[in-house]
């Protein structure tokens, strides 16, 4: 545990080389204010196959093309309602490390760097890659005991701010939870009805008024997005808007093609 201590201090100070934030260094914004009673929810489903393939193709894994997915939608939302911050949007991200030989659920959260404040799309998705691939780093660096001992302490940081009223005087410990979570690859039924698709409903924290959760199932990926109404009434905008993130990915993919093919086509000095 002190190990990841000193990697989060190391990273504070600049020292570290590590690009994976560091926890309660999160922007302000219009997501992390005290919520309310009320929700709001909306939906949006892709092509699984679809995802992998431009993934593969953007050299992303799932995961990073997730939460790019939701970085894109989340800038356009906020740059919409002239709340950008400069500073980049942190993403709490729920990862196991159960061991093989272990029963049971063993969950850590790790800090992704969603690169909000960057415009291109490409660029956007190889520092959120960057950002997760060095976090996982950190955490494969400890035993999953004290992965998960973090995520305990961590979370209890964040109850106990949430309980003095300290939201508004700390930074964030994150903007907003993301997480992708793998669905049955074979349809489902009950009797002879399948199952079409599979949202994910879950919970908003204090200071945290949206929640993006993610399921596979089959050849489909379902995002469910939970909000405070009384703070994101339009969240349905937001999942539309994650539609349009991966045609800003499909675009950049095509553009990086073209200036690849005009540089192969230019004749080289000999």
């Given at each position: 545990l002190?190990?990841?201590?000193?990697?989060?201090?190391?990273?504070?100070?600049?020292?570290?080389k590590?690009?994976?934030?560091?926890?309660?260094?999160?922007?302000?914004s219009?997501?992390?204010?005290?919520?309310?009673?009320?929700r709001?929810?909306?939906?949006?489903?892709?092509?699984?196959?679809e995802?992998?393939?431009?993934?593969?193709?953007?050299?992303?894994?799932v995961?990073?093309?997730?939460l790019?997915?939701?970085?894109?939608?989340?800038?356009?939302?906020?740059?919409?309602?002239?709340?950008?911050?400069?500073k980049?949007?942190?993403?709490?991200?729920p990862?196991?490390?159960?061991?093989?030989?272990?029963?049971?659920?063993?969950?850590?959260?790790?800090?992704?760097?969603?690169?909000?404040?960057?415009?291109?799309?490409?660029?956007?998705?190889?520092?959120?890659?960057?950002?997760?691939?060095?976090?996982?780093?950190?955490i494969?660096?400890?035993?999953?005991?004290?992965?998960?001992?973090?995520?305990?302490?961590?979370?209890?940081?964040?109850?106990?701010?949430?309980?003095?009223?300290?939201?508004?005087?700390?930074?964030?410990?994150?903007?907003?939870?993301?997480?992708?979570?793998?669905g049955?690859?074979?349809?489902?039924?009950?009797?002879?009805?399948?199952?079409?698709?599979?949202?994910?409903?879950?919970?908003?924290?204090?200071?945290?008024?949206?929640?993006?959760?993610?399921?596979?199932?089959?050849?489909?990926?379902?995002?469910?997005?939970?909000?405070?109404?009384?703070t994101?009434?339009?969240?349905?905008?937001?999942?539309?808007?994650?539609?349009?993130?991966?045609?800003?990915?499909?675009?950049?993919?095509?553009?990086?093609?073209?200036?690849?093919?005009?540089?192969?086509?230019?004749?080289?000095?000999?």
């Open positions: 002190s190990k990841i201590f000193l990697g989060q201090g190391l990273k504070a100070t600049g020292i570290s590590n690009t994976s934030p560091v926890p309660f260094t999160a922007p302000k219009i997501f992390n204010v005290p919520i309310t009673g009320a709001r929810f909306a939906i949006k489903s892709m092509s699984l196959s995802l992998k393939a431009i993934g593969k193709q953007a050299n992303a894994t995961n990073d093309m997730v790019a997915l939701c970085s894109g939608a989340l800038r356009k939302y906020m740059l919409e309602k002239n709340a950008l911050p400069k980049s949007l942190i993403a709490s991200v990862v196991s490390v159960r061991q093989v030989n272990r029963t049971g659920n063993q969950i850590t959260y790790v800090a992704a760097d969603l690169a909000t404040n960057e415009p291109d799309s490409m660029t956007r998705l190889a520092k959120i890659g960057a950002s997760t691939k060095d976090a996982k780093e950190e494969g660096a400890v035993s999953s005991d004290a992965a998960t001992s973090f995520a305990v302490i961590a979370q209890g940081l964040v109850a106990v701010t949430n309980q003095l009223n300290m939201t508004n005087l700390l930074p964030p410990a994150a903007n907003v939870t993301i997480s992708n979570v793998p049955p690859r074979q349809p489902l039924y009950f009797g002879q009805a399948k199952m079409e698709a599979s949202y994910p409903l879950s919970v908003l924290i204090d200071g945290q008024s949206l929640n993006i959760t993610v399921v596979s199932y089959c050849d489909s990926i379902d995002f469910g997005l939970m909000a405070c109404r009384d994101i009434a339009d969240v349905e905008k937001i999942a539309d808007y994650i539609e349009e993130a991966m045609d800003g990915i499909k675009g950049g993919i095509y553009m990086q093609g073209l200036l690849q093919d005009k540089d192969n086509t230019l004749p080289h000095k000999s």
